[in-house]
Every structure is written in structure tokens, then in C-alpha cells.
């Protein structure tokens, strides 16, 4: 019950626009100009209670403004496509704003001090506006939000509308938060300068990489079975100690020490997943599983199409890994009824695997649906459609 209300109260808030006294704004814009404004905030507010030039803070909001614009013009040449990277424009921004203030003659540390902590109140509220438009979702879950078919047409896949997905986006918003809290307190207690520098990008590299688990959407680079973003993390957490050992930043040995468990944690999922590889977690990595959405979505065609007994058109999908999806009718208790086939080739699917995979598959339907799973032969299965969207 409880799950259904908060469920229901996710998807009246998420919109792809947002309408203000007759005035209707993207849903990430406002969510981001409103992130721009307390992080602009915070950051005057820090410098005012530290005692440093507002004059030069004034000239690293005009640097990052600029160095946000750059860094996206040059994101889209590359690749063709318009992204915004946070992680990219993190540093970028507190690389371009050391280079300054050392050009300046401005002590550095306090400063990107207060930059790192105003990027992150920025983040905070733009990953609202990502939970608001559906970028940077999570995975099919029982619990989170459905888009719509206005999301859709705003750039969501259309083949996730009616899905529901994890907010994972609302976790790392709220995570971030409670780490640039954390942050501000050490600022203003008097900490030695880059105490919240570190403390922040240690923190919010951690939660990324373990936040990363739960993201579903594919577009973003994968190497060794970890994307992109948490190779970023590991490396960060890298350079933080190695400017702490080099006497750059204030040496603290439980930086190191969480360093080397997150890079010993992820050495060891790596050989894990070598030594024992597990069909399942390939079939459901979140690309593999945009290829199984889309394909689902395809199939929704045939829920109103007549059932023949001895139809020939029996459509068949093939996946990047090999897993066969096919549509056709099966002989009910008292009647035809659609059904829908699972097989892999070249390794045939295990009776245990299919039961997982067809329970994840339930997040494409309805959670309350029920499933009729027969084996015909070895690996290939018949699941009966008791699927609402099917």
C-alpha cells in the first residue's frame, strides 16, 4: 500500500515542463537555473563568511560559465551528440579555476574550496531536474517512477514509457546534498584549506561509483564491466592521494586507505566476474536490456492482433548477446493465447536463468502480472502473455 502511494506520488511530480504564471519552462532548464542560483548563492555566501575577493569569485563563475559552454560545444563536435557530462565539467571547472587563481596570485585551495562545494549544490538540484525529465534513470524496479508519452517526446526512449524505474536519480540528489552540508561545516570550522576540496570529491566519487549499479540508462561508455563514471571516481580518489602524498594537499591516511579498498572492491568484482561469469548479469546490463525494451516495445503491436492457430508469422528478435525473443500463439486451458519465446544461441538458457530473466522482464509489463513459464525443449521456453501491456 504504502509502496503504491509513493509510486503514484512519482509520477504526478515528474513532468517534462513546469509551468509558472502562464510561462512553461523545460523541467531540467528550471531545475537548473534554480541550481545556479543557490549554487551562485552559496558560493558569494562562503566567500563573504571567509573573508576572500568577491571580485574573484565574480571571475570564476564567468571562467566556469564559460569553460560549461566550451566544454559542451566541444562534447557535441566529438561525438554529435548534445551531453552534459557532470563529471567532465567537474573537472574541467576546478581545473581551469587553479590555473586562474595561480595566474592571479590567489591562494588556490580555499577557493576551489568553495567552488567544488557550490558545484556540488548545483548537481544536487540538476539531478532533480534529470528525475523530473528522465535522463540518467535508473533500472526497472517495483518501486520508482513511469514516464509518459510527453517524456517521450522530449527525447525519453519511448520504449521505457509506462516502465518503472528506480529514481535513482533522487538518491544521488540527496546523497550529493548531505555531502555539500557536510562540507560547508568543515569550511566554516576553521579546517585547513582544501579540507572540503577533498572531503567532497572523495565522498561524491565513493557514492558514484557504488550509484552506478543502479543506473539504467545505456548511452555511456563501458570498459572491463565498469562505466565510465566510476573509472572517473577511481581516478580522482587517485590524484587526491597522490597530491596528499606529494605534500600538495593535507595528508590524510584514511583517504589512502578508502582509496585502495574501493580499487581493491573493484579489482575483485572484476576477477569475480571473470572467474565466474554469470549469464543473468550480462543478459541485464543495462544495454543488453535496452535492446530487450525496445524490443518488448515492439511487441506490444500484437496485443489487439487475432490469434490463428496455425499462423506462420511468427516474428523472431535477436539480441547483441544472442537471446532470441519471439511472438506466436500457444493452446491455452480453454482458448489461444499469445505467448512469447526465450531461447539463446550459441549457449542455450538455463531453466534458472530464464526464471530471472522472465521476472526481470515483469518490469517491462506489470508488477502485478503472473507468469505461465514452460520449458518446450532444452533452453527454449514458452512464457504465457498475462501481461498487461502485451
Not at 98 to 121: E, F, H, K, M, R
Amino acid at each position: 500500500m504504502v509502496v503504491r502511494l509513493v509510486n503514484q506520488a512519482f509520477d504526478r511530480l515528474v513532468r517534462p515542463s513546469i509551468h509558472l504564471n502562464g510561462c512553461s519552462l523545460i523541467s531540467f532548464h528550471f531545475c537548473g537555473l534554480v541550481g545556479l542560483f543557490l549554487a551562485v548563492t552559496l558560493g558569494f555566501g562562503l566567500l563573504y563568511r571567509l573573508n576572500l575577493s568577491l571580485w574573484v569569485g565574480l571571475s570564476l563563475l564567468l571562467a566556469a560559465v564559460v569553460t560549461v559552454l566550451l566544454v559542451a560545444m566541444g562534447t557535441k563536435i566529438l561525438t554529435g551528440r548534445e551531453k552534459l557530462i557532470y563529471y567532465h565539467h567537474e573537472i574541467a571547472i576546478l581545473f581551469v579555476s587553479a590555473i586562474g587563481l595561480a595566474l592571479l596570485n590567489q591562494p588556490v585551495l580555499v577557493y576551489l574550496d568553495v567552488v567544488v562545494l557550490s558545484l556540488g549544490l548545483f548537481l544536487a538540484c540538476g539531478r532533480i531536474g534529470c528525475l523530473m525529465m528522465g535522463c540518467c534513470h535508473g533500472r526497472p524496479h517495483y518501486y520508482g517512477v513511469c514516464y509518459h508519452a510527453d517524456h517521450a517526446a522530449t527525447g525519453f526512449p519511448h520504449s521505457y514509457v509506462g516502465v518503472r524505474l528506480f529514481p535513482i536519480q533522487l538518491v544521488e540528489s540527496a546523497y550529493v546534498l548531505l555531502v555539500v552540508l557536510t562540507g560547508i561545516g568543515w569550511l566554516l570550522s576553521g579546517q585547513a584549506a582544501g579540507t572540503a576540496l577533498v572531503w567532497y570529491i572523495i565522498w561524491y566519487d565513493i557514492g558514484r561509483f557504488l550509484i552506478e549499479f543502479g543506473r539504467g540508462d545505456a548511452e555511456r561508455p563501458y570498459f572491463l564491466g565498469f562505466s565510465e563514471p566510476q573509472w572517473l571516481s577511481l581516478g580522482l580518489m587517485f590524484v587526491i592521494v597522490f597530491a596528499e602524498l606529494s605534500g600538495w594537499l593535507v595528508l590524510h591516511w584514511w583517504h589512502i586507505v578508502m582509496t585502495l579498498n574501493l580499487m581493491l572492491i573493484t579489482a575483485g568484482i572484476g576477477l569475480y566476474r571473470k572467474r565466474f561469469p554469470n549469464p543473468l548479469r550480462q543478459l541485464l546490463h543495462p544495454r543488453h536490456f535496452r535492446e530487450m525494451v525496445d524490443i518488448f516495445y515492439l511487441l506490444q503491436r500484437y496485443k489487439e492482433r487475432p490469434l490463428a492457430v496455425n499462423s506462420v508469422d511468427v516474428p523472431v528478435w535477436v539480441t547483441s548477446l544472442g537471446l532470441q525473443i519471439s511472438v506466436g500463439n500457444m493452446q491455452g486451458n480453454t482458448q489461444m493465447k499469445h505467448a512469447f519465446t526465450l531461447s539463446r544461441q550459441p549457449e542455450p538458457l538455463e531453466w534458472e536463468t530464464a526464471v530471472d530473466l522472465v521476472t526481470a522482464i515483469q518490469g517491462l509489463t506489470s508488477p502485478a502480472a503472473s507468469f505461465e513459464l514452460r520449458e518446450n525443449v532444452r533452453g527454449i521456453y514458452h512464457v504465457l502473455d498475462k501481461f498487461e501491456r502485451l
